[in-house]
Structure formats: structure tokens, C-alpha cells
């Protein structure tokens, strides 16, 4: 008898899963209070910290932290003296260009959808929601940010849908890149009358107006020729292994 019923039960359990994992209908209620539930959590564990750091042993850290929040605030003004500066003898040229980059710092929900890493969900400022938005992991590019059912949502490098403009190599090659699955990506449309080769590193154009010229996205692993172009296979620096926070450009000039 216990082995029936723990049979109907494990039967049970498999198809509740599966029919979450190939329901969106299902997945949409489920995620919603998760995610509502997960900002909450973020919010209160960020605060905890933050009051156990000021409160108990951290003394040291917190010092350190605050000199580095120094230089990191002395640099911004330096760079904003800078760019003031620029866009003022822009001014005097008669230029309309504007150096005037906006980027944000923006956390990880949680995944958009079971068994799919490449698309997750954001928590992020205002910002306008009928635009596409480059999203950056350190020094390297993560992906970009659509508004989907009313909310921020990261393509991640490897969703296919994650396309963005990139030199390729140091005769800076033009192509498209998109993803093609979590370990690889793909540069196409890659004219070839320019040589790359394998090795090359692929950095953003910025033609795009997502993300600032000169990020990094990866290296070529190979490349082939298709319909009169080159393609390039793409290893990229990051990967979606462990997605927490990240910059959202708003905004490059």
C-alpha cells in the first residue's frame, strides 16, 4: 500500500513538472509571486548586511570600502569635469554631439523561465520601455534589456535573440552578433575582404547606440564563410552561470 501511494505520488510530481516546465500560462502566476517574493529577500538580506557590517566585525572592511567609495567618487568627478569640458567645446564648434553616458546599476530577480539560464528578470530604474538597452558584467558585455510583459528582462549573451553590433579583430571587422547557445555565440555578415582569424577578440562598435565602443565580448574560436559573408564562432568572457548584478547602459551619450 505505501508503495502505491508513493508511486501515485512520484507520478504526480513528474507531471505537475512537466506541465510547468512547457506551460507559460502556469509559469507566468508562479514567477510573478517569486519574483515578488525574491525582491523582498534581496531588500531585507541587503539591509541585515549592511547593519551587521556596520554593527559587529567588518570595521576594517567598511574603512577600506569607504576609501575606495573616495576614489571612485573623485574619479567620477573628474571624469564629469572632463566631459563637461568636451561637451562645452563641442559647444563652441557648433557640434551637436554630447558626451553624456548614463549607466545604472541593476540585480538579478530571477530566471524568466524554468531550464532557460540566457533570459532572466531584472530589477532596474524607470527607463523608457519602448527601447532596447546594452547590459554589461564588469568589463565585459552581458547581453541586452527588452520590456517584456510589463517588465525589464536580460537576453543574456547566449539567447538568440541577444544581437548587438561588434568590431571583430584589430582591422576592426563589422558584423552582428547573436547568441547560439550558453557557451558560444556567433558573428555574422562579416565582410571577406577583411582577414580575421582565429584568436581575434571581438569588441563592441557602439554603432548600435547600446553599448560604449571597446567592451569586450569574446574571442574567435573559428570561422567559415556563408552566402558571400565570414561567420565567426564565438567563445564570450561572460557566461550565465551565476547572474546577480550588472550595469544597464541607458545611455552612452
Known amino acids: 500500500m505505501n508503495r502505491e501511494v508513493l508511486g501515485i505520488f512520484?507520478?504526480?510530481?513528474?507531471?505537475?513538472?512537466?506541465?510547468?516546465l512547457f506551460s507559460t500560462?502556469?509559469?507566468?502566476?508562479?514567477?510573478?509571486l517569486t519574483n515578488t517574493i525574491k525582491t523582498s529577500y534581496h531588500n531585507?538580506?541587503?539591509?541585515?548586511?549592511?547593519?551587521?557590517?556596520?554593527?559587529?566585525?567588518?570595521?576594517?572592511?567598511?574603512?577600506?570600502?569607504r576609501k575606495k567609495?573616495?576614489?571612485?567618487?573623485?574619479?567620477?568627478?573628474?571624469?564629469?569635469?572632463?566631459?563637461?569640458?568636451?561637451?562645452?567645446?563641442f559647444v563652441e564648434n557648433n557640434s551637436s554631439f554630447k558626451v553624456n553616458p548614463n549607466v545604472a546599476l541593476v540585480r538579478t530577480i530571477s530566471y524568466a523561465k524554468f531550464g532557460d539560464i540566457n533570459r532572466v528578470?531584472?530589477?532596474?530604474?524607470?527607463?523608457?520601455?519602448?527601447?532596447?538597452?546594452?547590459?554589461?558584467?564588469?568589463?565585459?558585455?552581458?547581453?541586452?534589456v527588452i520590456m517584456k510583459e510589463g517588465r525589464a528582462l536580460a537576453l543574456?549573451?547566449?539567447?538568440?535573440?541577444?544581437?548587438?553590433?561588434?568590431?571583430v579583430g584589430p582591422n576592426r571587422a563589422p558584423g552582428i552578433v547573436?547568441?547560439?547557445?550558453?557557451?558560444?555565440?556567433m558573428v555574422e555578415f562579416i565582410p571577406t575582404w577583411i582577414k580575421i582569424k582565429e584568436g581575434d577578440e571581438v569588441t563592441t562598435s557602439g554603432l548600435?547606440?547600446?553599448?560604449?565602443?571597446?567592451?569586450?565580448?569574446g574571442r574567435i574560436v573559428s570561422v567559415e564563410l556563408s552566402q558571400g559573408y565570414q561567420n565567426a564562432i564565438i567563445e564570450p568572457y561572460y557566461k550565465a552561470s551565476n547572474p546577480d548584478y550588472f550595469h544597464l547602459i541607458k545611455s552612452i551619450r
Open 121 to 144: 528578470w531584472i530589477d532596474t530604474p524607470p527607463f523608457d520601455t519602448s527601447k532596447v538597452y546594452g547590459l554589461v558584467h564588469k568589463e565585459n558585455v552581458a547581453g541586452i
Open 25 to 32: 500560462g502556469l509559469q507566468r502566476p508562479i514567477l510573478s
Open 69 to 89: 567609495l573616495a576614489l571612485y567618487e573623485e574619479s567620477h568627478l573628474l571624469l564629469h569635469q572632463v566631459a563637461t569640458e568636451l561637451n562645452a567645446l
Open 178 to 185: 547573436h547568441g547560439l547557445n550558453s557557451d558560444t555565440l
Open 156 to 167: 543574456l549573451n547566449g539567447a538568440l535573440k541577444s544581437s548587438y553590433a561588434v568590431y
Open 208 to 217: 548600435d547606440n547600446l553599448f560604449f565602443p571597446g567592451l569586450k565580448v
Open 10 to 20: 512520484l507520478l504526480f510530481v513528474a507531471l505537475f513538472g512537466a506541465v510547468l
Open 44 to 65: 531585507t538580506a541587503s539591509s541585515i548586511g549592511q547593519s551587521y557590517d556596520e554593527h559587529f566585525n567588518q570595521q576594517d572592511n567598511i574603512i577600506e570600502l
